[in-house]
Antibody, heavy 121, light 110 residues
């Protein structure tokens, strides 16, 4: 059974940093692109970042809203994906979801339960 | 303001067929395939349709997707109370170099 478990969400002040982790199980982690999405309270879904498998160079894509501030990475030996979030802004307050991404459709076929990040002074 | 346009709400009675639309442009829907997600209240989203019209394993065939030009649609036939949820379309945008979403459609089963 595919499972994705996020951790690391917290209450932080604007300008500070936070690292989210996503621990995967039930599939061959290194073979898949992994992604992060987020959902602000009462709002819709927003894509944040992708990291491709090392087969495809481990390249990354980031939404314009987080470019230069957020960095996605992966440790295939531990089956963990990370999202390093720097220079956090109040607009980054959201539930962050880790996903497995499949195919050329870039579809997120499995989602974690989410972890809440609150940026507030 | 979302890049893709969805009606904020839709409704139907049990057994009815409802359609949710998603409008985009040549750089997103016009060039790439559309995915649809269902988000039940208080839960994480779930992939409903990928590649315009492919149902992942376990998704009932009551759900179907289609695309024409720069618009896409999700159809739900034989509407059931458990279909009450938010539905989002999503697609890669070649100009923005990223995934864009519609604002979501809240489906109410009357």
């Amino acid at each position: 059974e595919v499972q994705l478990v996020e951790s690391g969400g917290d209450l932080v002040q604007p300008g500070r940093s936070l690292r989210l982790s996503c621990t995967a199980s039930g599939f061959s982690f290194g073979d898949y692109t992994m992604g992060w999405f987020r959902q602000a309270p009462g709002k819709g879904l927003e894509w944040v970042s992708f990291i491709r498998s090392n087969t495809y160079g481990g390249t990354t894509e980031n939404a314009a809203s987080v470019k230069g501030r957020f960095t996605i990475s992966r440790d295939d030996s531990k089956s963990v994906a990370y999202l390093q979030m720097n220079s956090l802004e109040t607009e980054d307050t959201a539930v962050y979801y880790c996903t497995r991404v499949v195919g050329v459709f870039m579809a997120a076929d499995y989602w974690g339960q989410g972890t809440l990040v609150t940026v507030s002074s | 303001q979302s890049v893709l346009t969805q009606s904020p709400s839709a409704s139907g009675t049990p057994g009815q067929r409802v359609t949710i639309s998603c409008s985009g442009s040549s750089s997103n829907i016009g060039s790439n395939t559309v995915n649809w997600y269902q988000q039940l209240p208080g839960t994480a989203p779930k992939l409903l349709i990928s590649g315009n019209n492919q149902r992942p394993s376990g998704v009932p065939d009551r759900f179907s997707g289609s695309k024409s030009g720069t618009s896409a649609s999700l159809a739900i036939s034989g509407l059931q109370s458990e279909d009450e949820a938010d539905y989002y379309c999503a697609v890669w945008d070649d100009s923005l170099n990223g995934v864009v979403f519609g604002g979501g459609t809240m489906l109410t089963v009357l």
